[in-house]
C-alpha cells in the first residue's frame, strides 16, 4: 500500500501565520475533502504539498515512484496549444504517441491522398496496436466527452475560462496518478458532469485529496474529513454527514469542558488571591493545578466570532422585473426567443442549465448591462438591485480592504435600525483588524470574494442577482448566506449549478435548454434532475427496443439473402445472448421502481442510480455483439 505522510507543515505570510505543524497521513484509496474558512489556506496546503518549497516548512514522505496530479484553481495551459496537445502534455511514451497520431489523424482527414501523410499516419496506427494505446485513447476522449469538451484541435487560447478549467481537469484525471489533488474541481461543471465525475472518483483506485464547495458531492465522494482551523488540521472519519454529527458533538463537549475549566479557574484565582501563605504539600498542590488551568485556557483556541449578515433592506413594491418579447441572438447562438416572465416581490428563482446556453446573459439583460434585440424588460421603481457578478468588479488589488470598504460607502444599518461603520461590517465578515488593514492583493481568492459579497450587501439591495455565487466560496460563508437568503424579504435570482445550494434556496426554476429554449420547474433542483434523468432513462430504453427491432428485421433480411453460418461456439453464445438481455430489462426495470420510490434516501437513490448505469452499459454491449453475430444467422 503506498502512502503519502506529511509532517510539520508551516505557513507564514508577514505576521500572519496561516497553519503551523500541520501533520497528516493519506493512504491509498482515501477520498479526502478539505473544508476551512477562506484564507485559513487550503489552497497553499495542497500547493505546498506539490511544490514543498513554496511552505516554511514541511517534510514529505513518500514511495519514489509515488506519482501526483494537481488541478490548480487556475489551470496553467499553453495558450497556443490545442486541446489535444495541453490534455495528453504527459511525458510518458503511450502520452506522447496518442499526442502524435491525433495530430497526423488532424492532416490526414484534411488531405487523405497525400502519401507522406498517408505513411506516417499508418505507421503511428501500427504504433498504436503496438502499444495497445487505443483503450487510453477511449478513455480519455470518454472523459473529455463527459466534460463537455468536443473540439479536440481547437487552440486553449480560443477557449472561455470554464472550457480551459475542464481541459486542465481532463489534464488531470488522465494522469494515472497515485494521488489526484483537485482544487474546487466542480467548478464551470453543470450537473451532469459533476454526477460523472462523482462517480469517477468514488470507484478511482488512487487517493484523492480535494477542496470544494458542492456539499453533495462532498457528501457522496469523501471517506475522510480534514478541516483547516485554529492553524491545524482536525481529521474526521467518513463524509460530510458525519463530519457535522462529528463536528457538532466535539463542540458541545468543548464547551461544556471549558465551561467547567473556567469555572474551576476562577475559583483557584480566588483561592491564590486570599494570600495562603502556607506552603504544604495540598496547598503546593493547589497551586500548580492553578497554574495548569492558567496555561490550558491560555493556550485554547481562541474563541472564532460567528459570521453573521444582519444588513437591513430597502423597501420592494411588488413589481421587479417584466419581461416582454424579450430576443437576444449571437450569431447563430440564440440566448432569448420572444421570451415573457413576470418576476414579483418575493420570487426565489434558481436558474440553471448547460454550458453556454445564456444564464449570464439573461441576468446581464435583466440588470441592463446588455441590450436586447427586440423586446424590452421593464424594472419596479423601488427596485434597489445588488449583482454579484462571477469575477470582482472594480476591486483595485493596491487599495487596503477597509479603503475598498469605505469607497463603496460609509456603512450601512443592521435589522435593529443602527448603523455600521465600515471597520464593523468587516468584522462581522471574520476580517480581524489586521486583515482589514492588508492590501487587497494580499487576500485568498476566496477573501476577495466574500469582501465582494459584503461590497454587494452593503448597498441594502432588496433585489439579488447571484452569478454562480458558490464557485470560490467556503462552505462556511454559504451556510450564512443561504440562511440569509432564506430570511430575505426581496427577490432573489440565481444561476447556479450547485444542488445543495439551489435546494435550500430557489423555490422554482428556469431551466436553459440552449437555443432560447426556456423552462419553468415548481420542483425542486434535485426533484427536477431525478425527473430529467428518468425521462433520459425511459427515452434510451425506447431507443434500445427500436434497435432491438431494427436488428431482428435485418437478421431476417440476411437469413434470406445469405447461406454464411455461425461457428458452432458463435451460436452458443448468440442463443444465450437474447435471455441475457431479457433479464438484464428485468433488473434495469426493478431498479428504475426503487428510484421512484419516495421512501429510500439520498444514499440509497444513488447507489440505485450507479447501478442503473452499470447494467444500461452492460445491456448495450450485449445488444452490439448480438447485433454483430446475428447478421450471420
Same mark, same amino acid.
Given at each position: 500500500?503506498?502512502?503519502?505522510?506529511?509532517? =510539520? +507543515?508551516?505557513?507564514?505570510?508577514?505576521?500572519?501565520?496561516?497553519?503551523?505543524?500541520?501533520?497528516?497521513?493519506? =493512504?491509498?484509496?482515501?477520498?479526502?475533502?478539505?473544508?476551512?474558512?477562506?484564507?485559513?489556506?487550503?489552497?497553499?496546503?495542497?500547493?505546498?504539498?506539490?511544490?514543498?518549497? =513554496?511552505?516554511?516548512?514541511? &517534510?514529505?514522505?513518500?514511495?519514489?515512484?509515488?506519482?501526483?496530479?494537481?488541478?490548480? *484553481?487556475?489551470?496553467?495551459?499553453? +495558450?497556443?496549444?490545442?486541446?489535444?496537445?495541453?490534455?495528453?502534455?504527459?511525458?510518458?511514451?503511450?502520452?506522447?504517441?496518442?499526442?502524435?497520431?491525433?495530430?497526423?489523424?488532424?492532416?490526414?482527414?484534411?488531405?487523405?491522398?497525400?502519401?507522406?501523410?498517408? =505513411?506516417?499516419?499508418?505507421?503511428?496506427?501500427?504504433?498504436?496496436?503496438?502499444?495497445?494505446?487505443?483503450?487510453?485513447?477511449? %478513455?480519455?476522449?470518454?472523459?473529455?466527452?463527459?466534460?463537455?469538451?468536443?473540439?479536440?484541435?481547437?487552440?486553449?487560447?480560443?477557449?472561455?475560462?470554464?472550457? *480551459?478549467?475542464?481541459?486542465?481537469?481532463?489534464?488531470?484525471?488522465?494522469?494515472? +496518478?497515485?494521488?489526484?489533488?483537485?482544487?474546487?474541481?466542480?467548478?464551470?461543471? %453543470?450537473?451532469?458532469?459533476?454526477?460523472?465525475?462523482?462517480?469517477?472518483?468514488?470507484?478511482?483506485?488512487?487517493?484523492?485529496?480535494?477542496?470544494?464547495?458542492?456539499?453533495?458531492?462532498?457528501?457522496?465522494?469523501?471517506?475522510?474529513?480534514?478541516?483547516?482551523?485554529?492553524?491545524?488540521?482536525?481529521?474526521?472519519?467518513?463524509?460530510?454527514?458525519?463530519?457535522?454529527? *462529528?463536528?457538532?458533538?466535539?463542540? /458541545?463537549?468543548?464547551?461544556?469542558?471549558?465551561?467547567?475549566?473556567?469555572?474551576?479557574?476562577?475559583?483557584?484565582?480566588?483561592?491564590?488571591?486570599?494570600?495562603?501563605?502556607?506552603?504544604?504539600?495540598?496547598?503546593?498542590?493547589?497551586?500548580?493545578?492553578?497554574?495548569?488551568?492558567?496555561?490550558?485556557?491560555?493556550?485554547?483556541?481562541?474563541?472564532?466570532?460567528?459570521?453573521?449578515?444582519?444588513?437591513?433592506?430597502?423597501?420592494?413594491?411588488?413589481?421587479?422585473?417584466?419581461?416582454?418579447?424579450?430576443?437576444?441572438?449571437?450569431?447563430?447562438? $440564440?440566448?432569448?426567443?420572444?421570451?415573457?416572465?413576470?418576476?414579483?416581490?418575493?420570487?426565489?428563482?434558481?436558474?440553471?442549465?448547460?454550458?453556454?446556453?445564456?444564464?449570464?446573459?439573461?441576468?446581464?439583460?435583466? +440588470?441592463?448591462?446588455?441590450?436586447?434585440?427586440?423586446? &424590452?424588460?421593464?424594472?419596479?421603481?423601488?427596485?434597489?438591485?445588488?449583482?454579484?457578478? *462571477?469575477?470582482?468588479?472594480?476591486?483595485?488589488?493596491?487599495?487596503?480592504?477597509?479603503?475598498?470598504?469605505?469607497?463603496?460607502?460609509?456603512?450601512?444599518?443592521?435589522?435593529?435600525?443602527?448603523?455600521?461603520?465600515?471597520?464593523?461590517?468587516?468584522?462581522?465578515?471574520?476580517?480581524?483588524?489586521?486583515?482589514?488593514?492588508?492590501? $487587497?492583493?494580499?487576500?485568498?481568492?476566496?477573501?476577495?470574494?466574500?469582501?465582494?459579497?459584503?461590497?454587494?450587501?452593503?448597498?441594502?439591495?432588496?433585489?439579488?442577482?447571484?452569478?454562480?455565487?458558490?464557485?470560490?466560496?467556503?462552505?462556511?460563508?454559504?451556510?450564512?448566506?443561504?440562511? !440569509?437568503?432564506?430570511?430575505?424579504?426581496?427577490?432573489?435570482?440565481?444561476?447556479?449549478?450547485?444542488?445543495?445550494?439551489?435546494?435550500?434556496?430557489?423555490?422554482?426554476?428556469?431551466?436553459?435548454?440552449?437555443?432560447?429554449?426556456? /423552462? /419553468?420547474?415548481?420542483?425542486?433542483?434535485?426533484?427536477?434532475?431525478?425527473?430529467?434523468?428518468?425521462?433520459?432513462?425511459?427515452?434510451?430504453?425506447?431507443?434500445?427496443?427500436?434497435?432491438?427491432?431494427?436488428?431482428?428485421?435485418?437478421?431476417?433480411?440476411?437469413?434470406?439473402?445469405?447461406?454464411?453460418?455461425?461457428?458452432?461456439?458463435?451460436?452458443?453464445?448468440?442463443?444465450?445472448?437474447?435471455?441475457?438481455?431479457?433479464?438484464?430489462?428485468?433488473?434495469?426495470?426493478?431498479?428504475?421502481?426503487?428510484?421512484?420510490?419516495?421512501?429510500?434516501?439520498?444514499?440509497?437513490?444513488?447507489?440505485?442510480?450507479?447501478?442503473?448505469?452499470?447494467?444500461?452499459?452492460?445491456?448495450?454491449?450485449?445488444?452490439?455483439?448480438?447485433? !454483430?453475430?446475428?447478421?450471420?444467422?
Amino acid at each position: 500500500m503506498k502512502t503519502l505522510n506529511i509532517t =510539520n +507543515a508551516s505557513k507564514t505570510f508577514g505576521e500572519r501565520t496561516l497553519f503551523t505543524d500541520v501533520t497528516f497521513t493519506i =493512504n491509498e484509496g482515501d477520498r479526502i475533502g478539505l473544508l476551512g474558512l477562506n484564507g485559513t489556506g487550503k489552497t497553499t496546503l495542497l500547493d505546498g504539498i506539490v511544490h514543498p518549497n =513554496n511552505l516554511n516548512t514541511i &517534510e514529505v514522505d513518500k514511495p519514489k515512484d509515488f506519482k501526483i496530479s494537481y488541478l490548480k *484553481q487556475q489551470p496553467d495551459l499553453d +495558450a497556443k496549444s490545442s486541446v489535444i496537445d495541453a490534455v495528453f502534455n504527459g511525458s510518458g511514451e503511450k502520452f506522447q504517441l496518442i499526442r502524435q497520431y491525433e495530430n497526423s489523424l488532424a492532416k490526414f482527414n484534411i488531405n487523405s491522398t497525400d502519401k507522406k501523410i498517408q =505513411n506516417e499516419f499508418f505507421k503511428l496506427q501500427e504504433k498504436m496496436n503496438a502499444a495497445e494505446a487505443w483503450q487510453m485513447e477511449s %478513455d480519455v476522449k470518454s472523459i473529455l466527452n463527459k466534460l463537455g469538451i468536443t473540439e479536440l484541435d481547437k487552440k486553449i487560447g480560443e477557449l472561455s475560462g470554464g472550457q *480551459q478549467r475542464r481541459v486542465a481537469l481532463a489534464q488531470t484525471l488522465i494522469s494515472e +496518478a497515485n494521488l489526484l489533488i483537485l482544487d474546487e474541481p466542480t467548478n464551470h461543471l %453543470d450537473y451532469e458532469a459533476i454526477d460523472w465525475l462523482q462517480t469517477y472518483l468514488s470507484k478511482y483506485k488512487g487517493s484523492v485529496l480535494f477542496v470544494t464547495h458542492d456539499r453533495y458531492f462532498l457528501n457522496e465522494v469523501a471517506t475522510r474529513i480534514f478541516e483547516l482551523e485554529n492553524r491545524n488540521v482536525t481529521e474526521y472519519d467518513g463524509n460530510y454527514e458525519k463530519y457535522l454529527q *462529528q463536528k457538532a458533538a466535539n463542540e /458541545e463537549i468543548y464547551a461544556s469542558v471549558q465551561h467547567h475549566k473556567t469555572q474551576l479557574y476562577k475559583q483557584e484565582l480566588n483561592w491564590m488571591r486570599a494570600g495562603v501563605k502556607a506552603r504544604g504539600t495540598k496547598q503546593q498542590a493547589r497551586k500548580d493545578r492553578f497554574t495548569d488551568l492558567k496555561e490550558d485556557l491560555q493556550n485554547k483556541p481562541e474563541a472564532q466570532k460567528e459570521m453573521s449578515i444582519d444588513i437591513a433592506q430597502q423597501r420592494l413594491g411588488n413589481d421587479v422585473f417584466d419581461i416582454k418579447d424579450a430576443s437576444l441572438k449571437f450569431g447563430k447562438h $440564440i440566448i432569448l426567443k420572444d421570451f415573457s416572465y413576470l418576476v414579483s416581490r418575493g420570487d426565489r428563482i434558481g436558474i440553471t442549465g448547460a454550458n453556454g446556453s445564456g444564464k449570464t446573459t439573461f441576468l446581464n439583460t435583466i +440588470a441592463h448591462q446588455l441590450p436586447l434585440d427586440s423586446g &424590452e424588460v421593464k424594472t419596479g421603481q423601488t427596485v434597489r438591485l445588488g449583482y454579484y457578478t *462571477q469575477h470582482t468588479e472594480d476591486m483595485d488589488p493596491d487599495k487596503r480592504v477597509i479603503r475598498y470598504l469605505e469607497s463603496i460607502g460609509q456603512g450601512a444599518r443592521n435589522t435593529d435600525g443602527n448603523q455600521m461603520s465600515a471597520s464593523q461590517m468587516l468584522d462581522t465578515f471574520k476580517f480581524d483588524h489586521q486583515m482589514q488593514g492588508s492590501f $487587497i492583493r494580499e487576500l485568498s481568492g476566496g477573501e476577495k470574494r466574500r469582501l465582494y459579497l459584503l461590497a454587494i450587501l452593503m448597498n441594502q439591495p432588496n433585489v439579488l442577482l447571484l452569478d454562480e455565487p458558490t464557485n470560490n466560496l467556503d462552505i462556511e460563508t454559504l451556510t450564512i448566506l443561504e440562511n !440569509y437568503l432564506t430570511n430575505f424579504k426581496g427577490t432573489v435570482l440565481a444561476v447556479s449549478h450547485d444542488r445543495y445550494f439551489l435546494d435550500k434556496v430557489a423555490h422554482k426554476l428556469l431551466i436553459f435548454d440552449g437555443q432560447g429554449e426556456i /423552462e /419553468e420547474s415548481y420542483d425542486s433542483y434535485s426533484g427536477y434532475l431525478k425527473e430529467a434523468s428518468e425521462k433520459k432513462q425511459a427515452q434510451h430504453h425506447e431507443d434500445k427496443i427500436q434497435k432491438h427491432e431494427e436488428v431482428k428485421e435485418k437478421t431476417e433480411q440476411k437469413k434470406t439473402e445469405t447461406k454464411k453460418k455461425l461457428t458452432y461456439a458463435e451460436q452458443i453464445e448468440f442463443d444465450k445472448l437474447e435471455p441475457k438481455i431479457e433479464k438484464l430489462d428485468d433488473e434495469i426495470a426493478s431498479l428504475k421502481k426503487e428510484l421512484n420510490d419516495a421512501s429510500n434516501d439520498y444514499e440509497k437513490l444513488m447507489d440505485f442510480q450507479r447501478q442503473l448505469d452499470e447494467k444500461n452499459q452492460e445491456s448495450d454491449k450485449l445488444m452490439d455483439r448480438w447485433e !454483430y453475430l446475428g447478421q450471420f444467422i
